[in-house]
């Protein structure tokens, strides 16, 4: 069984940046693709970016250009740097697997 476990969360002002980190652990030789994942406050879960276990991305439209996903398999670890942050990305960030495992989420707060 893989755990995943995120950091990184917190208050920033709108333009700025945070780097959510996504560390797992146990079964890892099990993961392939792995994903963020956000739910505002009232909103359903959206989908934010994805990496493949190679290291192709794709992002969400509304975060393209903004924010860069990337992993180290060496360290079992996969990233979310956001820039140009605005208060429409406040969430709670999740991570998620292919394997349909989830983390606990960060919260992140972008003030205007």
């Known amino acids: 069984q893989v755990q995943l476990v995120e950091s990184g969360g917190g208050l920033v002002q709108a333009g700025g940046s945070l780097r959510l980190s996504c560390a797992a652990s146990g079964s890892i030789f099990r993961i392939n693709a792995m994903a963020w994942y956000r739910q505002a406050p009232g909103k359903q879960r959206e989908f934010v970016a994805v990496i493949t276990d190679g290291g192709t991305p794709n992002y969400a439209d509304s975060v393209k250009g903004r924010f860069t996903i990337s992993r180290d398999n060496a360290k079992n670890t996969m990233y979310l740097q956001m820039n140009s942050l605005k208060p429409e990305d406040t969430a709670v960030y999740y991570c998620?697997?292919?394997?349909?495992?989830w983390g606990q989420g960060t919260q992140v707060t972008v003030s205007s």
């Open positions: 998620t697997t292919s394997g349909g495992i």
